[in-house]
């Protein structure tokens, strides 16, 4: 007997199953999720990123930064991502709380969650690292000399978001603190300084009606996320 | 009846066995290509693996960056060897058990020629910084579209070819073709229209994003390698399978739960999608006994048989692999697990075996098999094969041995936070270095595979000037 016919509606079947409920119902549900207000400020959330970072962002996907780097803070009961600091939100009342959520990433494209993490999480790196410093450890991660430098480091540095060039009538703002050749300084790229500008943009602290403050209103003494200058909304 | 011979090496060639000689154009390209897109990604893989031990190596050339090279590897990998290995498998299942030559070989062959030239362009955009930023699914637009176009074509033809059958009874290896073909056109379609032509918004795309990878894996591949599981195991071994019910039982339940996501559990989505996915892929442990038992009962009493031939051996191995690395996902999907493996190298442990363990050694049984019969002339060298298969076998399995040992203690230590991460991760890379040993062994592996078809295809080369 031919089976062929009754094989394909049969295995038709079965991927309809798993594509709806991991394709189509994701969409369903969250497909057309809009700003949330941030608790109890009522500011919007998220913002969009500036024109520098959304470049940043291109970078941090065409060298695959996520290969090594994720962006997402599980909740405590999964991991210890909370415990080793890389959560910035504290949710008192409910001890799974959810610290990184769809808002988070509601504007980006592409989402670049990861699933290894060779270097430390990033979802809240702007917290721990301004422009500057991420610019350091782009330029040499293993020099102690340089703020933010960790000798142990495995990661790369990525000299070709920098260029050494000779010293105008001053020194450039932007020329990092390290020595080269007399009259010569090293400044970021443009990509470099967009990298930089994204890295530092990310921080998902902002409470949200999923996340909400501690019951206590004290925040986990963490910059709020609307407070930051780079980070206001796209007007 | 074809004169037959046998190889010292086991394999047995039927000299210009009929409607499989058909296959000799579309085969000879896809095999070739798949096997030099394998050395290229075993390469890559060892700069990056080499990059721990030097994170200066290369450092300065930002088409080389840890990143780039890592997100190559897997699409040599999955897009330049695995689907092209598998779909010259599954097109001479449809010739061999139909009994009928291939639907149109010529367009066959150049619908692999533009698959190839699909697989090129892909690699050097994410080389050159195109890459699209989803896992797996890294070729930019341009490149994904020709080559789902081409995977198209080539997977009408080989439905052709089955449509055409002689006999028309099928069996379970020919579902599980048949299906893998079907799966791949319909995922890749989804992935391409969602995340790249009109992408959905936020989280969904780490959704289908890694709907997609897991159905690559658990089902595309998973699917070919059983499907020359069930046929060569019980062919070689010379028994019928223990049971075709038992092999259909499986196979319906792999579909239907395989098919379910690899989300990690704590991902920013809602709650019920990780949930399902983790009920999914546990629940594959009922396949997976079937499988298994399956196949034990067919090979129960003739474990002797097993060292007969090298196809054979490759097959059976890659049998084991399919069981280690079914039961390594299941075990790290149960949250008590996971929530200590994710983002270790526990997960990179398994997704390595599965595609460089499983998927290529069943591969090349598959094709060690073939390839004479289908050419009718006999590999030129054994012991080629023999080095093929322990340098492959060896590698994989040092590299798989380590990073699971790696990962778990990562998981491990970084459960208490007095350990710094940096302190853990120094800690772990003993294992990668280690693993890179594992790499070195699979690109030597993968040369002398290469070396011994090259030889082979040139012997035909010479045959046939000498007939003309």
Known sequence: ?235 | MNATSTHPSGTRTEVGAGAESSCRLPLLVLYKSALIWLLLATVFGLIASLKFHAPHLLAGVPYLTYGRVVAVQTDCALYGFALQAGIAFVLWLFVRMGRTPVASPIMMTIAASFYNFAVTIGVLGVLCGDSTGFQGFEFPAYAAWMLWISFVFMGVIAVLTYSNRDEQATYPAQWFGFTALFWFAWICATALMLLLARPVRGVVQSSVNWWYLHNLHSIVLGFIGLAAIFYFIPKLIGRALFSRQLALFAFWTLALFGSWGQIPNGAPLPAWIPAMSTFGIVMTIIPVIAVVLNLWHTIRGSHERLDSSWPLKFTYVGLMFWFIGSVHLIVGAVPAVSSMTDFTWFTVAQKNLWVYGFFTLTMFGAMYYIVPRVFGIDWPNPKLIAAHFWLTFGGVLLSYIALLVGGIAEGYLLGDTQNSFVAVLRTTLAAVRVSTLGDLMLVVGQIVGLLNLTLLVSRVARRELKLS
């Open chain 1, 1 to 235: 007997m031919n089976f062929g016919p009754f094989v394909f509606i049969g295995v038709f079947c079965t991927m309809v199953i798993s594509w709806w409920t991991f394709v189509f119902g994701p969409q369903v549900q969250i497909g057309g999720m809009q700003p949330g207000a941030t608790v109890p400020a009522g500011d919007v959330y998220p913002v969009y990123r500036t024109g520098a970072q959304k470049r940043g962002a291109e970078v941090y996907r065409a060298n695959n930064c996520a290969a090594c780097h994720t962006q997402q803070v599980r909740p405590n009961n999964l991991g210890p991502d909370i415990a080793r600091g890389w959560g910035m939100r504290q949710v008192a009342s409910d001890t799974r709380g959810r610290y990184s959520v769809g808002e988070d990433y509601l504007y980006d494209y592409p989402v670049m969650l990861g699933t290894q993490r060779v270097g430390p999480d990033l979802a809240n790196v702007g917290t721990r690292m301004d422009e500057k410093v991420v610019l350091y450890h782009l330029y040499d991660p293993r020099n102690k000399d340089l703020p933010g430098g960790i000798p142990a480091s495995v990661m790369p540095p990525y000299p070709f978001l920098f260029k050494t060039q000779k010293i105008g009538r001053g020194p450039s703002p932007d020329a990092l603190p390290v020595k080269v050749e007399a009259g010569y300084e090293v400044v970021p790229t443009d990509d470099g300084q967009a990298l930089a500008a994204y890295v530092a943009s990310l921080r998902q602290t902002a409470y949200i009606f999923e996340v909400p403050p501690p019951p206590s209103g004290k925040p986990m003494g963490m910059r709020s996320t609307n407070s930051a200058p780079t980070n206001t909304p796209a007007k």
